[in-house]
């Protein structure tokens, strides 16, 4: 590659902590203009190895490999997936840094132009001069200061823990739900089981749903001040909690229903 015709774009990253060495990026956002000027057009990025992925290197230092991973796309965002050389003084150092810096980390990508065109952003009613980047071959991922484009974001650094389910926040929240669905049913039906017979649930499952039930109304209130603490004000206006009020009294009905609090 020319490396005069090389040029790089820093973006801005926030980091959470998983499974050892891995990094998963959102690293341009598209039709959005940045504060170079330029707007990432969708189907524009490809890794310049093709393949084989894309590097990762220290601050745009190709001296300083540090990692690799690839590259994926969808019509509003390009993504990178890649590990951090763990076997190496410099992949460790690099990722260290990188969870350590959290959110003051930022990131910036290294490309070519093959193919742009100039014109104008129009946004709020104001219109500027754009450089539209219609192919791009990206040759290089890298920590760095500074960010062009602070839309973009860090999905995950991950680190080895043995506590860790390996799984992103968003993931472990659906499986939790998924679960807590799936126990609701399994008691509604034991519950039904136990009423045509004329009986009523087993003491120790009487003490299981009393159990959940203290449980759960506990989430809730801790949930609730998670939600007042931490949520702006425009999300907490967006945010539609009839689903999840919903869902906490049908839960506390159908556990209400499964047990007699005689027992």
């Known amino acids: 590659m020319d490396r005069e015709k090389f040029e790089s774009k820093t973006i801005d990253l926030k980091t959470v902590n998983e499974v050892e060495g891995k990094v998963e990026a959102v690293f341009s956002v598209f039709n959005e203009i940045d504060s170079d000027g330029d707007v990432v057009l969708p189907n524009s990025i490809k890794s310049g190895y093709g393949e084989n992925g894309v590097a990762m290197v220290w601050a745009h230092d190709w001296k300083k490999p540090i990692g690799r991973g690839e590259i994926i796309s969808d019509g509003d965002k390009a993504t ?65 200061l500074v960010g062009a484009n602070q839309n973009t974001y860090t999905i995950g650094v991950k680190e080895k823990s043995e506590n860790s389910s390996g799984l992103t926040l968003a993931d472990e929240s659906d499986e939790l739900l998924n679960n807590l669905s799936a126990l609701l049913m399994r008691f509604k039906e034991l519950t039904a089981l136990r009423l045509k017979k004329e ?57 209400a229903d499964s047990y007699d609090p005689e027992i």
Do not use: C, H
């Open 199 to 255: 009986k009523t649930l087993s003491d120790n499952s009487t003490s299981i749903l009393m159990n959940l039930q203290d449980a759960l109304q506990e989430a809730y209130q801790d949930l609730n001040t998670y939600l007042d603490v931490g949520a702006s004000e425009e999300l907490k206006d967006e945010v539609d909690t009839v689903d999840a009020t919903t869902l906490l009294l049908e839960t506390n009905r159908v556990l």
């Open 80 to 144: 990178f997936k890649g590990q951090f050389i763990m076997d190496t003084q410099e992949g460790r150092d690099a990722y260290a840094t990188v969870k350590a810096m959290g959110d003051l980390q930022q990131w910036s990508f290294g490309y070519e132009v093959l193919d742009s065109e100039n014109g104008s952003f129009q946004k709020d009613g104001k219109s500027s001069d754009a450089r539209y980047l219609k192919e791009l071959k990206v040759w290089e991922v890298s920590p760095v």
